[in-house]
Nanobody, 116 residues
């Protein structure tokens, strides 16, 4: 059974930092590209950061470049998103995604709220 569980979301002040974690099981983690997506109220889900299966390639949304870092630990079946210099526009539910050409799995999301 595939499980994808995101943790680390919180209420944080503007300028603050958070680290999101995504722990997975039930599939061959090292074979999947992993990504973080987010969805703000009233908006479509958007890609934030994606990392290739072996971690050599990373792709970031323009809004995330220079502030967010995606990483993965294939030994722990976990992917991370380090977020710095957060601003209110980063407020959203953040989702973890696991993807191959054949399969596409999603977690339930974790809420990140940036507010003073």
């Amino acid at each position: 059974q595939v499980r994808i569980v995101e943790t680390g979301g919180d209420l944080v002040q503007p300028g603050g930092s958070l680290r999101l974690s995504c722990v997975t099981s039930g599939f061959t983690f090292s074979s999947y590209a992993m990504g973080w997506y987010r969805q703000a109220p009233g908006k479509a889900r958007e890609s934030v950061a994606i990392i290739s299966s072996v971690g050599g390639l990373r792709n970031y949304a323009e809004s995330a470049k220079g502030r967010f870092t995606i990483s993965r630990d294939n030994a722990k079946n976990t992917v991370y998103l380090e977020m710095k210099s957060l601003n209110p526009e980063d407020t959203a539910v953040y989702y973890c995604n696991a993807r191959t050409s054949r399969y596409d799995y999603w977690g339930q999301g974790t809420q990140v709220t940036v507010s003073s």
